[in-house]
């Protein structure tokens, strides 16, 4: 079974400029979530998807950050403009529809390793 | 408000047991989740607590009081591949077949350093 994918995996940018990550879950994964990690820190998460709508974005710093699962299978994830403390790996999870036996469990992507400079 | 706590750094022998603590406070609970990082690379699942009591899954076993809003990770016959970081998570909404928030908080990670 293919796991979660993501792209690109590195990625320099200078402040102010856009950038755009890309997802692709596990096949038949309903829910995917975008999480940020700081360095020396746990994932935060940013946005919940299920299916094509949005569950859960209240940390998700709105006036810069957005995230679309059109088709409700990929996603992205757009920081426009970025600033230095957006430094981070930017991690993708997938798991099965909630309430569905084996649910609780979420996959995690290698992630995006993004520089601000 | 959420507030999950766990050691920044542990160090332990080869061959040994190591018990990695958790404590937490949040406005919910719906499971406590172990995952592992090793440097540069994706958490992976390690275990999933909801009721109290001793998960066991080979040399891994997991500890949920939910009295005490505290969990461990209990790791025996340490290998050298068992250096990572060890996070410590907290669902605290139940998502359901409505497809409810249930999105993880996690702490800060505990490092854990195998020496031979």
């Known amino acids: 079974e293919a796991g979660v994918a993501q792209s690109p995996r590195y990625k320099i940018i200078e402040k102010r400029q856009s950038v755009a990550f890309w997802c692709n879950p596990i096949s038949g994964h309903a829910t995917l979530y975008w999480y940020q990690q700081i360095l020396g820190q746990g994932p935060k998460l940013l946005i919940q998807f299920q299916n094509n709508g949005v569950v859960d974005d209240s940390q998700l710093p709105k006036d810069r950050f957005s995230a679309e699962r059109l088709k409700g299978v990929d996603s992205t994830l757009k920081i426009q403009p970025a600033k230095l403390e957006d430094s981070a790996v930017y991690l993708c999870?997938?798991?099965?529809?909630?309430?569905?036996?084996?649910?609780?469990?979420?996959?995690f992507g290698p992630g995006t390793r993004l520089t601000v400079t | 408000g959420q507030n999950i706590d766990q050691p920044t750094e542990m160090t332990a022998t080869e061959g040994a047991i190591v018990q990695i603590n958790c404590t937490y406070q949040?406005?919910?609970?719906?499971?406590l989740f172990w995952y592992q990082q090793h440097a540069g690379e994706a958490p992976t699942f390690l275990s999933y607590n909801v009721l109290d009591g001793l998960e066991e899954k080979g040399r891994f076993s997991s500890f949920l009081s939910r009295s005490k809003g505290y969990s461990y990770l209990l790791l025996k016959e340490l290998q050298m591949k068992d250096s990572a970081s060890y996070l410590c998570a907290v669902r605290d909404n139940p998502g359901g077949s409505g497809g409810g928030a249930d999105g993880l908080t996690f702490g800060k990670g505990t490092h854990l350093i195998i020496q031979p």
């Open positions: 999870a997938s798991s099965l529809e909630a309430g569905t036996l084996g649910a609780y469990e979420q996959y």
């Open positions: 949040t406005s919910g609970f719906n499971g």
